[in-house]
């Protein structure tokens, strides 16, 4: 079984302030997607990675893949209370239950941003 | 504006009991996937269809566990019996393959076996 890593598990800090979590894994995905769920609703996706070294911009969050497409990151500038929420990360094409499509997800990083 | 439906939102049921949890993924999605999430193993790929046909389900106890899709618009999962051990948070979700595709998650079935 292909794992993928997150850290932190649980991160608290004050509204404006940056952050980076991170995603990593020992195996290579053919691309990586972002997910932010809140309570109560399932995941919903933000974005999906695929070139090794890709860079995505979505407003306030930067995403990275690595070089070796084994690992990303995610950083929020000035954070905000509505960016409160579990992040997950999933790989896809990396499922070793023998279907390519499965989502292969971390156990994602609990972000509360505090006003 | 599609969304993925699920039901019932809340279940809660004794040992030993079947329980069923249904799906309707969005309209000319033809990939379902079944998901269970818990505290200790987070998000776990259990079953997933293409064209209603099963394509993989390794991720799921088979002796108690079985996932369906009796047609295009349902996607069912039982689980009989229940255990407790099973409590959990059931997610659907449906997606239209052909790439790097988009997962739609439904709300989720909220699973309690006493």
């Known amino acids: 079984t292909q794992l993928l890593e997150q850290s932190p598990q649980f991160l608290s800090i004050q509204e404006g302030e940056n952050l980076t979590v991170y995603c990593n894994s020992s195996?290579?995905?053919?691309?990586l997607q972002w997910y932010r769920q809140e309570p109560g609703e399932g995941p919903v996706l933000l974005v999906t990675v695929v070139t090794g070294g890709e860079v995505k911009k979505l407003k306030r969050l930067t995403f990275q893949f690595g070089d070796a497409r084994k690992d990303s990151s995610l950083h929020i500038t000035a954070a905000q209370p509505g960016d409160t929420g579990l992040y997950l990360c999933a790989g896809l094409g990396g499922y070793s239950g023998g279907g390519a499509d499965g989502l292969t997800f971390g156990k994602g990083t609990h972000l509360i941003i505090q006003p | 504006d599609a969304r993925v439906t699920q039901t019932p939102r809340h279940k809660v049921t004794e040992m030993g009991q079947e329980v069923t949890m249904r799906c309707q993924p969005i309209l000319g999605h033809n990939t379902v996937f079944w998901y269970r999430q818990t505290m200790m193993q987070g998000l776990e790929l259990l079953a997933y269809?293409?064209?209603?046909?099963?394509?993989?389900d390794s991720g799921m106890p088979k002796d108690r566990f079985s996932a369906e899709m009796p047609d295009a618009t349902l996607a069912t999962l039982k689980i009989q019996p229940s255990e407790p051990r099973d409590s959990a948070v059931y997610f659907c979700?449906?997606?239209?393959?052909?790439?790097?595709?988009?997962?739609?998650f439904g709300p989720g079935t909220r699973l309690l076996v006493l």
């Open positions: 269809f293409r064209n209603r046909a099963p394509l993989d």
């Open positions: 979700a449906s997606a239209k393959i052909g790439g790097v595709e988009t997962q739609y």
């Open positions: 195996s290579v995905f053919s691309s």
